[in-house]
């Protein structure tokens, strides 16, 4: 479970503030989605979530299944069952996907006093995960993002998450730069990992990802702050009516 | 005036006293000393010597290094079949050598060619290095001609049955080691050159290779981590047509070191690359000196240096194209790059391109930053731990360079030690 209390953050080299006291909790299992225009604050809110530096945390908590987030290392959140698909996926030239992936398995083993996973072992789970994202061997051999179009950096965000296995899945817009086909492939992709001991917390703009996402809970975001929660229907009157509506009933 | 500008280093090069040996190479060897007289020792003044301070290479004795414990770093290239050669403070050791002839090459030492005609031997020596004086002068690789004790002589015919692989041990805390080698590839001929090891408290390499029409030189060194070491390389080579010259260096930590290649392509359609990877921590200077001449058509060059620094450790890079009129459909690529891992380090780069041909596709680029923070925090947020992650990313800076290797059970051997090297000073 994640729970987020009255969380505050301004940037660290401007006083601009962003988060201004974010209250959610994202019980176990369940899949919680947050919409909202853009510049509302929602991206900064899943980079504060997994430790980015540039922000600064100026009141609030974030505890995740009894641990506290914010004063941890960004590798001791991943380790610690935290996820975060990112908005916009970072290349790293000179760095194999596979070796990748494989660094990352193994150093959150090791962070959670689990052996290492053989090299037979991690080819088979791979291949396996990769395939059902239609993610082919070429793309596993080539460096971290690297020449990926859009929906290639989107699944293999979403295949990092299935080799992983975080216990809390914040997936950044990753429906954003995706055609229907694409984005029906990482829905699946995310439905496949949905269960009883993982929860999500789906960033979107628009309502379509949800169509095949089907979120318990739905909050809407603005100016750094959750202003309505309800279930799935919500997103539906987003999509009917835009944000305007419900931003004029709210403030 | 600038012709009255005193020689450096005169009373020095006055008190040199020449080797014994034979009656060619005595020739050659005064003939060497004449030509550092010349042009003097050099210093901070001189062009190509700004940027790295020459006073300790060219100090009449060597200052002391301490020697490095190597612990369970396994040896270089311990797992290519290669035919090894050992100089411990420049001074062969018979005993811990390879039978020679099981590289399958004619492959004497310097020390008993001297005594020998050797004709082709006669006519490299010195001869090569002294074409690469003009129209940058290197007098300390004069000086080396002079003073070389020993080194390998090398003729090679086909193709070489194993590499040659050189070791240079360091074993006195004062050694001051000067060799001199010289390498002739006859027509399609092929060899393999693996070096290794700091090789004396301060080590001065020349090595002199003829690589005549169709024959190809591959080279790849490690030089030794001592962190006190003084290393003067120089590399002189004279490339015909259709052959090929490949020259790759990793270097970590030693206090100074300084790579010089001079290099012609005399013949058509030839392929020329120099690459090299360095990192070095704290009282780290490493410089790459490079001078590459077109004069044939549709040759291509190709330098890729890479230098991590850390701790107020100190790269240059002065690379030189010079395509002289005629060489038409020359292709010159040079790329020197630093990634500076603190705000302490420095990277003085001089990259040149002298272009007197019309038809000519030549760039370079030379570029120091820090290290990318966006990948390190998104490799940490998958769990990298971040000095594993740093050291995935100075792996991937470093990347570029190695790929120049060939021979991939080699460029494995460079990556494992890299790898290893990172594990223990970042892990
Ligand atoms: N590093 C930053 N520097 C400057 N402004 C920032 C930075 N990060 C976020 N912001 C600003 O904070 C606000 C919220 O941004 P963001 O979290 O990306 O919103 P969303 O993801 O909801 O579109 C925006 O006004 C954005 O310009
Ligand atoms: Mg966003």
Redesign the pocket.
């Known amino acids: 479970m994640l729970t987020i209390n009255n969380l505050h953050v301004k940037?660290e080299?401007?006083d601009?503030v962003?988060l201004k006291g974010v209250n959610l909790t994202v019980e176990t299992g369940k899949v919680h989605a947050i919409m909202?225009?853009?510049?509302?604050?929602?991206?900064?809110?899943?980079?504060v979530l997994s430790g980015r530096e540039?922000?600064q945390v100026t009141a609030g908590e974030a505890i995740l299944d009894g641990q506290s987030l914010l004063e941890m290392e960004p590798e001791e959140r991943a380790a610690a069952g935290l996820f975060l698909a990112f908005?916009y996926p970072v290349e790293i030239p000179g760095v194999g996907n596979m070796t990748f992936l494989r660094t990352a398995v193994n150093a959150q083993r090791k962070a959670r006093g689990q052996d290492e996973m053989s090299s037979a072992e991690f080819l088979k789970v791979v291949r396996e995960k990769a395939k059902a994202l239609k993610i082919d061997a070429e793309m596993l051999k080539r460096p971290v993002n690297v020449g990926f179009s859009g929906g290639e950096k989107k699944r293999n965000e979403i295949l990092q998450m299935a080799m992983l296995e975080p216990k809390m899945c914040i997936l950044?817009?990753t429906d954003s730069g995706l055609d229907v086909d694409a984005m029906k492939l990482v829905a699946d992709g995310v439905n496949a990992l949905r269960s009883e001991g993982r929860s999500f917390l789906v960033?979107t703009?628009y309502q379509r990802l949800l169509d095949h996402i089907a979120p318990d809970v739905v909050h809407i975001?603005a100016d750094?702050r959750i202003v309505k929660t309800g279930g799935p229907e919500l997103a539906l009157e987003v999509e009917q009516n835009g944000y305007a509506d419900i931003l004029a009933e709210v403030l | 005036m600038a012709q009255a500008k005193a020689k450096g280093g005169a009373e020095r090069l006055a008190a040199v006293a020449l080797p014994a040996s034979g009656a060619w190479l005595a020739a050659a060897r005064g003939a060497a000393l004449a030509r550092a007289q010349e042009m003097g020792l050099p210093t901070r003044r001189d062009e190509y010597w700004r940027y790295t301070d020459p006073t300790t290479l060219t100090a009449a004795t060597a200052p002391a290094a301490a020697l490095f414990a190597a612990g369970d770093e396994p040896a270089a290239f311990a797992a290519i079949d290669r035919v090894t050669l050992v100089f411990t403070d420049g001074v062969f050791d018979a005993a811990a050598s390879d039978d020679p002839a099981a590289a399958g090459v004619e492959l004497t030492r310097l020390a008993l060619a001297g005594q020998a005609d050797i004709h082709w031997a006669r006519e490299l020596y010195g001869v090569l290095e002294a074409r690469g004086q003009n129209p940058v002068p290197r007098p300390l690789a004069a000086l080396n001609g002079a003073l070389a004790t020993d080194g390998v002589v090398i003729r090679v015919t086909g193709k070489a049955a194993k590499p040659v692989s050189l070791v240079y041990r360091h074993a006195a805390t004062t050694s001051d080691a000067v060799l001199h080698h010289i390498i002739r590839l006859e027509p399609g001929a092929d060899l393999t050159l693996l070096e290794s090891g700091p090789g004396a408290a301060r080590f001065s390499t020349v090595t002199e290779v003829d690589v005549a029409d169709g024959a190809s030189f591959h080279h790849i060194r490690t030089q030794g981590r001592d962190h006190e070491r003084r290393t003067l390389t120089h590399i002189f080579a004279r490339i015909g047509a259709q052959a090929r010259f490949k020259s790759f260096t990793l270097t970590a930590n030693g206090v100074l070191t300084r790579n010089e290649v001079v290099m012609e392509l005399l013949g058509d359609d030839s392929v020329a690359h120099v690459a090299g990877a360095a990192m070095g921590d704290g009282g780290f200077h490493h410089d790459d000196t490079v001078f590459i001449t077109h004069a044939a058509e549709r040759c291509e060059s190709r330098q890729v240096f890479k230098k991590v620094l850390k701790g107020g450790a100190v790269g240059v890079f002065q690379g030189k194209i010079l395509v002289k009129q005629g060489a038409q459909k020359t292709d010159g690529y040079q790329i020197s790059q630093s990634l500076l891992l603190d705000d302490d380090s420095q990277f003085l780069a001089k990259p040149e391109l002298e272009i007197y041909a019309d038809d000519v596709k030549c760039s370079h680029g030379s570029t120091s930053g820090a290290i990318d923070e966006t990948a390190l925090f998104y490799l940490r947020s998958r769990g990298v731990p971040e000095r594993l992650a740093q050291a995935l990313l100075v792996q991937a800076f470093l990347a570029q360079a190695i790929e120049e290797i060939e021979d991939e059970a080699i460029a494995e051997d460079i990556r494992g030690r890299l790898e290893g090297w990172l594990a223990r000073r970042m892990g």
Request: glycine share 20%; charged share 25%; proline share 4%.
């Open positions: 940037l080299e401007e601009k962003i909202g225009p853009n510049g509302s604050g929602k991206s900064t809110l899943s980079y540039g922000y908005q950044d817009e960033i703009h975001m750094g």
